[in-house]
Protein backbone atom coordinates (compact mmCIF):
# COMPACT_ATOMS: atom_id res chain seq x y z
CA UNK A 1 0.00 0.00 0.00
CA UNK A 2 3.05 2.43 0.42
CA UNK A 3 3.31 1.98 -3.13
CA UNK A 4 -0.68 3.47 -4.05
CA UNK A 5 -0.03 6.71 -1.84
CA UNK A 6 3.18 7.92 -3.56
CA UNK A 7 1.66 6.86 -6.74
CA UNK A 8 -1.45 8.99 -5.96
CA UNK A 9 1.00 11.86 -4.72
CA UNK A 10 2.27 11.97 -8.02
CA UNK A 11 -0.51 11.39 -9.88
CA UNK A 12 -2.05 14.77 -7.79
CA UNK A 13 0.99 16.49 -8.81
CA UNK A 14 1.15 15.89 -12.35
CA UNK A 15 -3.12 16.99 -11.87
CA UNK A 16 -2.10 20.24 -10.16
CA UNK A 17 0.46 21.01 -12.89
CA UNK A 18 -2.14 20.16 -15.38
CA UNK A 19 -4.18 22.06 -13.70
CA UNK A 20 -1.96 25.30 -13.92
CA UNK A 21 -1.11 24.50 -17.08
CA UNK A 22 -4.49 24.89 -18.39
CA UNK A 23 -5.39 28.05 -15.86
CA UNK A 24 -2.04 29.61 -17.42
CA UNK A 25 -3.13 28.47 -21.23
CA UNK A 26 -6.70 30.25 -20.57
CA UNK A 27 -5.74 33.39 -18.90
CA UNK A 28 -3.20 33.76 -22.18
CA UNK A 29 -6.13 32.87 -24.75
CA UNK A 30 -8.63 35.08 -22.68
CA UNK A 31 -6.04 38.18 -23.34
CA UNK A 32 -5.33 36.83 -26.68
CA UNK A 33 -9.28 37.13 -26.98
CA UNK A 34 -9.46 40.29 -25.75
CA UNK A 35 -6.70 41.59 -27.69
CA UNK A 36 -8.72 40.23 -30.95
CA UNK A 37 -11.62 42.07 -29.52
CA UNK A 38 -9.74 44.99 -29.36
CA UNK A 39 -8.52 44.62 -32.90
CA UNK A 40 -11.56 44.23 -34.48
CA UNK A 41 -13.08 47.14 -32.60
CA UNK A 42 -10.49 48.92 -34.08
CA UNK A 43 -10.80 47.32 -37.65
CA UNK A 44 -14.56 48.39 -37.19
CA UNK A 45 -14.26 52.26 -35.87
CA UNK A 46 -11.73 52.22 -38.99
CA UNK A 47 -14.14 50.97 -41.51
CA UNK A 48 -16.80 53.08 -39.98
CA UNK A 49 -14.84 56.71 -40.01
CA UNK A 50 -13.43 55.25 -43.05
CA UNK A 51 -15.45 57.16 -46.03
CA UNK A 52 -15.21 60.35 -43.47
CA UNK A 53 -12.03 60.08 -42.76
CA UNK A 54 -10.99 59.56 -46.72
CA UNK A 55 -13.26 62.53 -47.66
CA UNK A 56 -11.61 64.42 -44.47
CA UNK A 57 -8.11 63.92 -46.17
CA UNK A 58 -9.48 64.53 -49.91
CA UNK A 59 -11.00 67.66 -48.96
CA UNK A 60 -6.92 68.75 -47.42
CA UNK A 61 -5.39 67.53 -50.32
CA UNK A 62 -8.08 70.02 -52.40
CA UNK A 63 -7.51 72.43 -50.16
CA UNK A 64 -3.39 72.26 -49.88
CA UNK A 65 -3.39 72.24 -53.90
CA UNK A 66 -5.91 75.16 -54.10
CA UNK A 67 -3.59 76.62 -51.95
CA UNK A 68 -0.60 75.82 -53.73
CA UNK A 69 -2.44 77.48 -57.18
CA UNK A 70 -3.14 80.58 -54.97
CA UNK A 71 0.57 80.68 -53.93
CA UNK A 72 1.50 80.14 -57.60
CA UNK A 73 -0.65 82.72 -59.19
CA UNK A 74 0.55 85.09 -56.27
CA UNK A 75 4.30 84.15 -57.12
CA UNK A 76 3.12 84.52 -60.99
CA UNK A 77 1.75 87.81 -60.56
CA UNK A 78 4.40 89.23 -58.19
CA UNK A 79 7.46 87.59 -60.77
CA UNK A 80 5.51 89.49 -63.83
CA UNK A 81 5.43 93.11 -61.95
CA UNK A 82 9.16 92.58 -60.97
CA UNK A 83 9.88 91.83 -64.88
CA UNK A 84 8.37 94.84 -65.75
CA UNK A 85 9.79 97.00 -63.04
CA UNK A 86 13.41 95.81 -64.45
CA UNK A 87 12.60 95.95 -68.27
CA UNK A 88 11.76 99.70 -67.25
CA UNK A 89 14.75 99.90 -65.51
CA UNK A 90 16.65 98.92 -68.68
CA UNK A 91 15.36 100.96 -70.67
CA UNK A 92 16.42 104.02 -68.73
CA UNK A 93 19.83 102.55 -67.91
CA UNK A 94 20.25 101.83 -72.12
CA UNK A 95 18.96 105.11 -72.92
CA UNK A 96 21.20 106.62 -70.14
CA UNK A 97 24.51 104.17 -72.05
CA UNK A 98 23.42 105.73 -75.51
CA UNK A 99 23.65 109.12 -73.88
CA UNK A 100 26.76 108.46 -72.24
CA UNK A 101 28.32 107.02 -75.75
CA UNK A 102 27.07 109.95 -77.52
CA UNK A 103 28.79 112.18 -75.19
CA UNK A 104 32.46 109.88 -75.28
CA UNK A 105 32.36 110.24 -79.17
CA UNK A 106 32.16 114.14 -78.58
CA UNK A 107 34.66 114.03 -76.39
CA UNK A 108 37.44 112.09 -78.64
CA UNK A 109 36.27 114.47 -81.77
CA UNK A 110 37.18 117.26 -79.35
CA UNK A 111 40.21 115.22 -78.19
CA UNK A 112 41.27 114.23 -81.61
CA UNK A 113 41.28 117.83 -83.03
CA UNK A 114 42.72 119.42 -79.99
CA UNK A 115 45.55 116.88 -80.82
CA UNK A 116 45.85 117.88 -84.50
CA UNK A 117 45.57 121.14 -83.57
CA UNK A 118 48.46 120.60 -80.88
CA UNK A 119 50.63 118.66 -83.46
CA UNK A 120 49.94 121.61 -85.87
CA UNK A 121 51.23 123.98 -83.26
CA UNK A 122 54.19 122.02 -82.85
CA UNK A 123 55.29 121.98 -86.31
CA UNK A 124 54.73 125.37 -86.60
CA UNK A 125 56.85 125.90 -83.30
CA UNK A 126 59.47 123.51 -85.33
CA UNK A 127 59.42 125.11 -88.16
CA UNK A 128 59.87 128.53 -86.35
CA UNK A 129 62.78 127.04 -84.56
CA UNK A 130 64.09 125.52 -88.01
CA UNK A 131 63.79 129.21 -88.95
CA UNK A 132 65.67 131.22 -86.36
CA UNK A 133 69.12 129.01 -86.08
Do not use: C, W
Not at 32 to 49: A, I, P, V
Amino acid sequence: MSRFPSELTQREQELLRIRRDSDTKAAELAKMEKMLQQTKNMMEKKTDSGPESKAYQENMAVEDLEEKVRSTRRYRRNSLHHTQMLESQMKTVKGELVGTLDHLQELRNVLRRSQQKAEERKAAMEKLAAGLR
